[in-house]
């Protein structure tokens, strides 16, 4: 059974860092590109970073540039988000999802299997 566990989010003080975890089973992960992607309260889900089944990267948001990355352990089938500098407007509830192709996208309708979510919250 296909599934995309995250887990790692928590409450964090500006300037803090985090690193999410996205579990997957059921599939092996580099055979597909994988996205982090992001909702703030009252507003649209957004894309954050994508790791193309090569493990190159891909930045879908210019407000983490430089603070975020992305990668892969294929041992373990996770992927990592790795938050660094971390300010109140990166809270949001962070998925994970996998894409239908090997590349990345920016696209959310190029993502057809998502997890539940995992709630971070930058606050002092």
């Known amino acids: 059974q296909l599934q995309l566990v995250e887990s790692g989010g928590g409450l964090v003080q500006p300037g803090g860092s985090l690193r999410l975890s996205c579990a997957a089973s059921?599939?092996?992960?580099?055979?597909?590109?994988i996205g982090w992607f992001r909702q703030a309260p009252g507003k649209n889900r957004e894309g954050v970073l994508c790791?193309?089944?090569?493990?190159?990267?891909?930045n879908l948001a210019d407000s983490v540039r430089g603070r975020f990355t992305i990668s892969r352990d294929n041992a373990k089938n996770t992927v990592y988000l790795q938050m660094n500098n971390l300010k109140p407007e990166d809270t949001a509830v962070y998925y994970c999802?996998?894409?239908?192709?090997?590349?990345?996208?920016?696209?959310?309708?190029?993502?057809?299997?998502w997890g539940q979510g995992t709630q971070v919250t930058v606050s002092s």
């Open positions: 999802a996998r894409s239908f192709y090997l590349l990345c996208s920016p696209k959310e309708g190029d993502f057809g299997s």
């Open positions: 059921g599939f092996t992960l580099d055979r597909y590109a």
């Open positions: 790791i193309s089944y090569s493990g190159s990267s891909t």
